[in-house]
């Protein structure tokens, strides 16, 4: 049986509830700094959360409601500057302490990295955007607890592609059978159990009717003493609240 080494976190959705109040928010600045009326509404931003990755679900927007404009000479490039604004709009949110890392996070990376597992990122959204929230929210040093940060466009094929994690795998030179997945999705169920890790989902608003087959265990949240984690499918945790050592024994279980 392999032991646990390490923890690849998936960012938007389950270090942190970024999208309605963060890149919802960055959004809508891009496109009203631009002159245009578009105006993602939390509902419909629910929606085009089916696309990961912020040129893609512009590009899925576009094909939906204007697909005309896909049509256009220079319509890559225009995507490419609204998604940069975008970013930049982003950061600064990050940057004004707006957007919060969720319950029990900063304590299970703490205690994780005490424990001697090895942490690592796997996300899609921009790397800027993962530095940022890190050093808004634990300082700068923190970005140095993660082995690796395998982010947006590092790989051609966003989630629900096993490629981002098979990336973050390969950097770190280690097998799935040795990691966990932390993610919050069903296109991130699908892109880490294509790279044949196991999977651990903490829910959120947007997420919580998604599809978790192939999950271990599903969560309300990771929790706190004060505050514990729910199952609410799958497999229990020991104790109240997510730890390396209940971390440990459900990989274990997951193996058995
Ligand atoms: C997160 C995303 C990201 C963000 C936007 O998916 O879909 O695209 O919404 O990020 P996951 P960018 O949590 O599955 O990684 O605009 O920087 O692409
Ligand atoms: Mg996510």
Request: glycine content about 8%; hydrophobic content about 40%; proline content about 4%.
């Amino acid at each position: 049986m392999s032991q646990l080494e390490a923890l690849i976190f998936d960012v938007d959705g389950t270090l942190s509830d970024t999208e309605s109040d963060g890149h919802r928010v960055a959004f809508n600045k891009a496109f009203a700094a631009a002159g245009l009326d578009w105006d993602w509404s939390v509902e419909l931003y629910g929606e085009l959360l089916a696309i990961t990755g912020g040129k893609e679900r512009i590009r899925h927007f576009l094909n939906l409601h204007h697909p005309e404009m896909l049509q256009e000479p220079g319509i890559d490039e225009r995507i490419v500057d609204l998604h940069k604004s975008k970013t930049r709009f982003y950061v600064e949110l990050l940057e004004s302490g707006a957007i919060p890392l969720r319950v029990g996070v900063e304590r299970l990376l703490r205690q994780s990295r005490d424990a001697g597992l090895k942490l690592a990122i796997a996300t899609t959204t921009t790397p800027e955007n993962v530095t940022a929230l890190l050093k808004a929210n634990l300082g700068e040093e923190s970005i140095s607890w993660f082995e690796v940060i395998a982010a947006g466009d590092i790989v051609p094929a966003k989630k629900p592609a096993p490629d981002i994690y098979v990336y973050a795998l390969e950097q770190m030179g280690l097998g799935p059978d040795r990691c966990l997945a932390l993610e919050d999705s069903h296109n991130g169920v699908l892109s880490a159990t294509a790279a044949g890790l196991p999977v651990l989902i903490t829910v959120n608003g947007y997420t919580q009717d998604d599809d978790f087959s192939g999950a271990i265990t599903v969560l309300d949240q990771f929790g706190e003493s004060d505050n514990p984690a729910k199952v609410l499918a799958g497999k229990e945790i020991e104790g109240e609240y997510v730890t390396p050592e209940a971390l440990k024994a459900l990989h274990q279980s997951a193996q058995a």
